[in-house]
């Protein structure tokens, strides 16, 4: 792994003002981000702290900054100011070459649409990051990754032969296998089913307790949020705070009272009117959906729809049991 540490603090060092920062070398760091797209301030000034193999989720109201967060720290966007530092590596003002070689190393990235090429097997999209740095991984090297994300026997598999949580799978495993630092997922469950998309956060989840993988979850459901070791709670572009040990029903009640809130800074300043409704959130009531921990009444949003993100319309081949959205 290429790693130039341009700060001078050692990364494992905590730095004032960053919430709630846990125990253990720092994984991500965050100071003083702030975005801005035009009037709109995306972010407005995060400091954050994520410690090294632990599991985050991200969630806020609709707008709130969530997916500005994460593409900021991966590196996919520029910051208008602060800094972003992965494994100990500040992304920040680099040059684009530096960033994309920087990014290849250190950052794995999961969409929710999966993002895999068609025509490929299931091996060859696995191996792509690598031959697009150049290199020629082994065989057995790509069928360990697809192994690690329970697709052993699949790598002939094209993605129209898998059901949409293998597909999302073969995207762990594609960014995994340059062995990043952290693994960033933008609603990863988004267009699965519960069932798959629990077999994704049991897999994300995995990653963290067996291999010391850290991972950052941006999603909108408070069931896949307690697959996380805390939650970030984003408001207007600010950590408005965040939960440990996170259950379902202690998500779903603070992302109730978030979004039962009067108005925001953001809407008072004329900034953007309040969306209540946006494609993807979570748009079930909670105890639909866990019968764990935490569960039990919870405010409702007074959209008793069923649950976002289930699959969409079209032919769908499956090959195991559980079944998702296609690729
Ligand atoms: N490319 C862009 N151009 C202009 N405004 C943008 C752009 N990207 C994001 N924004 C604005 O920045 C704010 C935060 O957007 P972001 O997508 O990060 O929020 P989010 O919390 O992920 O939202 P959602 O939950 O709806 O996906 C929103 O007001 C959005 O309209």
Redesign the pocket.
């Known amino acids: 792994m290429t790693t130039t540490p341009t700060t001078p603090d050692p990364p494992a060092a905590p730095a004032p003002g960053a919430p709630g920062l846990p125990a253990g070398p720092v994984a991500v760091r965050l100071r003083g981000l702030v975005r801005r ?2 009037d ?1 301030r ?1 972010l407005d000034g995060v400091d954050l702290d994520l410690a090294t193999g632990t599991f985050t989720a991200v969630m ?1 109201p ?8 994460l593409r900021c720290a991966a590196g996919l966007d520029r910051p208008t100011a602060g800094s972003v530092e992965v494994g100990g590596v500040r992304l920040d003002g680099l040059g684009e070459r530096r960033l994309t070689l920087l990014r290849r190393d250190l950052i794995g990235f999961v969409f929710q649409s999966y993002n895999l090429l068609p025509s490929l097997t299931a091996a060859q999209n696995v191996a792509l990051p690598l031959r697009l740095a150049g290199r020629r991984p082994s065989r057995h090297e790509v069928r360990e990754a697809l192994a690690r994300v329970g697709l052993a026997g699949r790598e002939r598999h094209r993605p129209g032969e898998l059901s949409g949580g293998q597909c999302q799978r073969v995207a762990v495993a594609r960014a995994l296998i340059t062995r990043p630092a952290v693994l960033f997922a933008d609603e990863p469950t988004g267009a699965l089913d519960s069932t798959t998309g629990r077999e994704v956060l049991d897999l994300l989840r995995g990653l963290v307790d067996g291999g010391g993988q850290t991972v950052v979850m ?1 999603t ?1 459901d408070p069931v896949a949020a307690a697959s996380a070791d805390q939650v970030v709670l ?1 408001v207007d ?1 600010r950590v408005a705070g965040e939960l440990r040990a996170p259950t379902a029903g202690a998500v779903a009640a603070r992302m109730a009272a978030l979004e039962s809130a009067p108005t925001t800074p953001r809407e008072r300043a004329g900034e ?1 009117p309040r969306e209540v409704s ?1 494609a ?2 979570w748009q079930g009531p909670v105890e639909d959906r866990w019968e764990g921990p935490g569960a039990g009444p919870v405010a409702g949003t007074g959209e008793d729809t069923a649950p976002a993100g289930t699959a969409g319309a079209g032919p769908r081949v499956t090959t195991g049991a559980a079944e998702g959205a296609e690729c």
Do not use: M
């Open positions: 797209h035009r709109v995306a806020g609709s707008g709130s900054g969530k997916s500005t967060l941006v909108h984003l572009g953007e946006g993807g959130r």
